[in-house]
């Protein structure tokens, strides 16, 4: 079952632009991560922010948590046409059971 | 350089013959997830594995079937497939369930 819900569905921007997406969660969680698809292939890790930290820089991407809301966003900034894909948050749940769960994804076009 | 490797890539099927999808990892991971991936959609979680402990989720069909042989390789069996399984299957390690996931290419399974 989906833990997350993001939002847009899907988003098109030009190159330069920022791309901002959304996610929100349901349950208890150690970490949020975010993950990259290109059509057709397997998902590529981004960035993982633990549930005691609130923001997360890496290269041209940013990355928000705020657990009181169960809420978190991807900023990626000056985007390229090489971003072009569909991106996930995937939630790792506190407890014995835990275990990775994905969200619904954005796609993202960005357009020369 | 591949660090989890699905095979095969592309996989066709008849309608109820039983198959067998595969992924190896070299990293040496606990965890290894087996994911369905539908047109467009979200990953869903069908089973995991934390080293021998089989975790299946309440909403995976009886239809799949999970090995773990050793830590290096993972097996997914649909007994018999129907038309609605056909779907990109993706495999995925991690070095503990509050980490980061890699996942395979996927093998993308096509139900005739």
């Known amino acids: 079952s989906q833990q997350g819900e993001e939002d847009p569905q899907a988003l098109s921007i030009q190159e330069g632009e920022n791309a901002t997406m959304n996610c929100s969660y349901k349950?208890?969680?150690?970490?949020l991560q975010w993950y990259r698809q290109n059509s057709g292939r397997g998902l590529v890790h981004l960035i993982l922010?633990?549930?005691?930290?609130r923001e997360k820089h890496s290269g041209r991407l940013r990355v928000t948590l705020d657990t009181s809301k169960k809420s978190s966003s991807l900023l990626i900034t000056a985007s390229r046409a090489a971003d072009t894909a569909s991106y996930f948050c995937?939630?790792?749940?506190?407890?014995?059971?835990?275990?990775?769960?994905f969200g619904t994804g954005t796609r993202l076009q960005v357009t020369l | 350089d591949a660090m989890v490797i699905q095979n095969p890539r592309y996989q066709v099927t008849q309608f109820g013959k039983p198959v067998t999808l595969s992924c190896s990892q070299t990293?040496?991971?606990?965890?290894m997830y087996w994911y369905q991936q539908k047109s467009s959609q979200a990953p869903k979680l069908l089973f995991h594995?934390?080293?021998?402990?089989?975790?299946n989720e309440a909403d995976t069909p009886d239809n799949f079937q999970s090995r773990r042989p050793n830590t290096s390789f993972c097996f997914l069996d649909i007994r018999s497939p129907g038309l609605g399984d056909a779907a990109m299957y993706l495999c995925?390690?991690?070095?503990?369930?509050?980490?980061?996931?890699?996942f395979g290419q996927g093998t993308r399974l096509t139900v005739v």
């Open positions: 995925a390690t991690s070095s503990g369930v509050y980490t980061e996931a890699f």
């Open positions: 349950t208890s969680i150690n970490n």
């Open positions: 922010i633990r549930s005691n930290e």
């Open positions: 995937a939630t790792a749940n506190t407890g014995t059971a835990s275990k990775l769960t």
């Open positions: 990293l040496n991971h606990n965890v």
């Open positions: 594995y934390y080293d021998k402990d089989f975790n």
